[in-house]
């Protein structure tokens, strides 16, 4: 990429699981920052290697620098969105193989 980027791997503990991720990007001006974000799955291609087999559109968000908790909001948006982005990859994965009574168990 051409300009600053971080990314947030998810790796699974366990051979059987998916890997995901999520991309962090942002663009600065005088008094606000916006920050782009994306979210990816991972396709196994061999024991511990994986390719990229999903990718979402980029989200844009807007925040003010001047106010002081801005640095904070801008991190829980990314993990608040990764986290629901997942959450719902492994919920339609176990919906496709009818576990819905695992699902009830994920949300409580």
Not at 26 to 55: A, R
Not at 86 to 96: D, H, L, Y
């Given at each position: 990429?051409?300009?600053?980027?971080?990314?947030?791997?998810?790796?699974?503990?366990?051979?059987?699981?998916i890997q995901y991720g999520g991309w962090f990007t942002y663009v600065l001006s005088k008094k606000t920052i916006q920050i782009f974000i994306c979210f990816v799955e991972y396709e196994k291609v061999t024991w511990g290697?994986?390719?990229?087999?999903?990718?979402?559109?980029?989200?844009?968000?807007?925040?003010?620098?001047?106010?002081?908790?801005?640095?904070?909001?801008?991190?829980?948006?990314?993990?608040?969105?990764?986290?629901?982005?997942?959450?719902?990859?492994?919920?339609?994965?176990?919906?496709?193989?009818?576990?819905?009574?695992?699902?009830?168990?994920?949300?409580?």
């Amino acid at each position: 990429m051409p300009f600053i980027a971080w990314s947030l791997i998810l790796k699974p503990n366990y051979n059987n699981l998916i890997q995901y991720g999520g991309w962090f990007t942002y663009v600065l001006s005088k008094k606000t920052i916006q920050i782009f974000i994306c979210f990816v799955e991972y396709e196994k291609v061999t024991w511990g290697q994986y390719k990229i087999s999903t990718t979402t559109n980029w989200d844009r968000y807007e925040f003010s620098l001047v106010e002081a908790n801005s640095a904070n909001i801008i991190a829980h948006t990314f993990f608040t969105s990764l986290s629901d982005w997942v959450m719902n990859q492994v919920s339609a994965r176990i919906q496709k193989l009818g576990h819905n009574d695992i699902i009830a168990n994920l949300v409580d």
